[in-house]
């Protein structure tokens, strides 16, 4: 009867399924501006706006930006209105420049969204303009960049 018993137990350790071995690649994390900049540069490459359609043209950009601002500053902004947006940003820091484009772009967006108005072509490449300079100027450094201006004490990082 042992033997039995032992023969089962060998013959199920062979025969059992066998797990696949699972492999998790990690892939690096796209920072948020790698991101907008390439939707931005979608969004400029089908000519939207060209086409008549101004609505669709800025409601896309004001997403895209909006998006980027929820990854870039992890505030929630899609239940906010432009004027509670900018507020919220106010806290941060965040240079006048940059907050001039982004109140450009997102109150044009509002207009063109909601009032049904036609910017002029030179106004709708501004406002790409203002984009893709916003998402610029709020970027943030890498790691190793950052790491590389605080090291040392000296002017030339050394200690």
């Known amino acids: 009867m042992d033997d039995c018993v032992n023969r089962g137990i060998v013959y199920y350790l062979r025969n059992r399924p066998k797990a696949d071995a699972i492999i998790n690649i990690l892939k690096p994390a796209v920072p948020p501006h790698t991101i907008a900049l390439g939707k931005l540069a979608d969004l400029n490459a089908r000519k939207v706006w060209q086409q008549g359609d101004f609505k669709e043209y800025h409601t896309e950009l004001a997403d895209i930006i909006r998006e980027y601002l929820e990854q870039r500053y ?32 997102l109150t044009l967006a509002d207009l063109a969204k909601f009032a049904k108005f036609n910017p002029l072509p030179i106004e ?36």
């Open 74 to 105: 992890e505030i929630k902004v899609y239940e906010k209105t432009t004027d509670e947006i900018l507020t919220s940003l106010n806290n941060r820091a965040m240079n006048s420049e940059a907050n001039v484009l982004l109140t450009q772009l």
């Open 124 to 159: 709708n490449e501004t406002s790409m303009d203002n984009a893709v300079a916003f998402v610029l100027k709020t970027k943030e450094e890498s790691k190793s960049t950052t790491n590389n201006h605080t090291r040392g004490s000296g002017i030339d990082g050394t200690i």
